[in-house]
């Protein structure tokens, strides 16, 4: 739905289009850039057009700009809201770097206090047992690849608290089995250290073992037959593989990001040092990796439970 009045979209298209692109190119990583494509597509349907490339974005005014922070305040989540704005003030900057706004003007557009509030924290940390089902889930699957594959998955994701785009984006050349380590590629092309220990690191040696060495994408894709296939699996890949192995298993649905809150949860559960679980998640601060910390809602379940109602239901007479 349109908050501001109808802007000339169709205006110096080619101009638009070179903001978004120059925007977009400064980003790191793929996911990064899909993340602030889809921002910017959001922000573009507000104003009245199809797609972000049909904006003029040099030509937004601070009134276009505060309507569009009022209006995500109030539709969207603040994170949602924040994130939205910094994509915003992203394509606002490429705008004053390819010189087709002025310093004074983008200061003005851009002036945009972030939105305040907080949301309750999204997903969830599983249980031991709930990760239990889901590993003889995977390892109970009779196509010997798929069974070796998805156990492997599941123990990159839980054990090292990788994002979905880590996990596709490793390479064999990426692990060391005889150190117990794998070299992840995060956020801002940032490279950390993974440690396999125990069970993560068997299921990661018997996928190796069944996948066979040659270089190339570690998780390779598979197919209905249990073939291997050339390709490396996708994000979208690893959400239904999450998916039916959770159905499999009989456990509560879960998103791949929970089994990353499952990791920074026990490590903090175990008394580790929130610095160095900072870290190994790859966060860039530690207020990032406490906000994935679920801890605290059995807490608070406890702390609940300890007040005692005085409620009895009446008998009928």
């Known amino acids: 739905m349109r908050v501001v009045a109808p802007l000339p979209c169709a205006v110096a298209c080619t101009d638009s289009a070179a903001i978004v692109f120059a925007y977009l190119a400064r ?32 030509q937004l005014a601070p009134a276009h700009t505060a309507a569009l922070r009022s ?87 839980c054990g090292l608290g990788l994002r979905r785009s880590e996990l596709v984006g490793l390479d064999v050349a990426d692990v060391d089995l005889d150190a117990g380590t794998v070299v992840v590629r995060g956020k801002g092309g940032c490279e950390r250290l993974g440690y396999l220990h125990a069970g993560a690191l068997h299921a990661v040696e018997a996928w190796i073992t069944a996948r066979g060495q040659e270089p190339g994408p570690l998780l390779l894709a598979i197919d209905q037959v249990g073939r291997l296939r050339a390709g490396r699996i996708s994000t979208t890949s690893v959400n239904r593989i999450l998916t039916r ?14 089994l990353r809150r499952t990791f920074i949860t026990g490590l903090l559960d175990a008394g580790q040092d929130l610095a160095l679980v900072q870290q190994l998640a ?36």
């Open 27 to 58: 980003l790191s990583t793929p996911a990064s850039r899909r993340s602030a494509l889809s921002a910017l597509r959001a922000l573009a349907r507000l104003l009245g057009c199809e797609e972000p490339t049909g904006v003029p974005w040099y």
């Open 71 to 157: 209006a995500l305040a109030i539709r969207c989540a603040p994170a949602t809201a924040n994130h939205r704005l910094a994509a915003l003030r992203g394509v606002l900057r490429a705008a004053w770097r390819l010189g087709l706004m002025d310093i004074d003007t983008y200061a003005r557009v851009a002036d945009l206090p972030p939105v305040r509030g907080r949301a309750l924290p999204k997903g969830r940390a599983l249980s031991h047992q709930e990760l239990k089902a889901l590993f003889e889930a995977a390892t109970a699957d009779p196509r010997l690849t798929m069974a070796a594959r998805d156990a492997a998955l599941l123990a990159l994701a």
């Open 245 to 258: 192995l959770g159905d499999r298993a009989g456990v509560e649905p879960f998103t791949p990001h929970d």
């Open 282 to 317: 790859g966060h860039a601060s530690p207020g990032t990796t406490t906000r994935y910390d679920r801890r605290i809602e059995e807490a608070r379940r406890r702390a609940a439970a300890a007040l005692q109602v005085p409620y009895a239901a009446q008998g009928r007479g």
